[in-house]
């Protein structure tokens, strides 16, 4: 079965620190990938994705994300975290030729410490 | 930018009450999706429009769920009777294609009591 997994529920880092949210996947072919932020009572903004090519990819509020094919891993970074990136985070995977049906995450709970 | 458009943002009602969600996608975007979102966990597809076809309803709890999007642009979910194990997040998303990724609108909370 295709899936995505984000390994921790939760990451605490403190403001200024650098972070990390980790993401694999297990899906077929060469999927494109995603990643979004989920603040309360909102729904999933947009941040970044992978389709092909360089495997870092830049994306918004400053995050980027680290594609690894042997890894199958597209993990989240952030030089410097804000307290305001404290959010909810979601790693997606779009299967081609399926019909464009993603294949979410359960999510990873990002809490930035003052 | 252009917007995915939710109504209502929040929603309470009894349980075995019926409950409607409308959404208006970006202009232009064949593909609409509804998502569940129950708190702390991901979304969940419930069902995917192409146009005003449905493509995957194999998710959708069609006893009590009814979904619709006649005219190809907007779309109503529907939950006949509701009851405690439906509130969740209702989200509506819309794509222009694979290579773009979804839009999400803000969803709908959903709260039965």
């Known amino acids: 079965a295709q899936s995505v997994a984000q390994p921790e529920d939760q990451v605490n880092v403190a403001e200024g620190n650098p972070l990390t949210v980790k993401c694999t996947y297990s899906v077929s072919g060469n999927p494109y990938l995603f990643w979004y932020v989920q603040y309360p009572n909102r729904g999933l903004q947009f941040l970044l994705k992978?389709?092909?090519?360089?495997?870092l990819v830049k994306g918004s509020y400053g995050f980027e994300a680290e594609f690894n094919k042997s890894q199958t891993s597209f993990h989240l970074k952030k030089p410097s975290a804000l307290v305001s990136d404290s959010a909810l985070y979601f790693c997606a995977a779009d299967q081609p030729g399926t019909g464009n049906q993603f294949y979410f995450g359960t999510g990873t709970s990002l809490t930035v410490i003052p | 930018e252009a917007e995915v458009a939710q109504s209502p943002r929040y929603k309470i009602t009894e349980k075995s009450q019926a409950v409607a969600f409308w959404c208006d996608p970006i202009?232009?975007?064949?593909?609409l999706y509804w998502y569940r979102q129950i708190l702390g966990q991901g979304p969940e597809l419930l069902v995917q429009?192409?146009?005003?076809?449905?493509?995957?309803d194999s998710q959708l709890p069609k006893d009590r769920f009814s979904a619709e999007r006649l005219k190809g642009v907007d779309s109503t979910l529907k939950i006949q009777p509701a009851e405690l194990g439906d509130s969740a997040m209702y989200l509506c998303a819309s794509s222009q294609g694979q290579f773009y990724g979804y839009t999400f609108g803000s969803g709908t909370r959903l709260t039965v009591v």
């Open positions: 202009s232009g975007h064949a593909t």
């Open positions: 992978y389709i092909t090519g360089d495997n």
């Open positions: 429009f192409q146009d005003e076809s449905v493509v995957d």
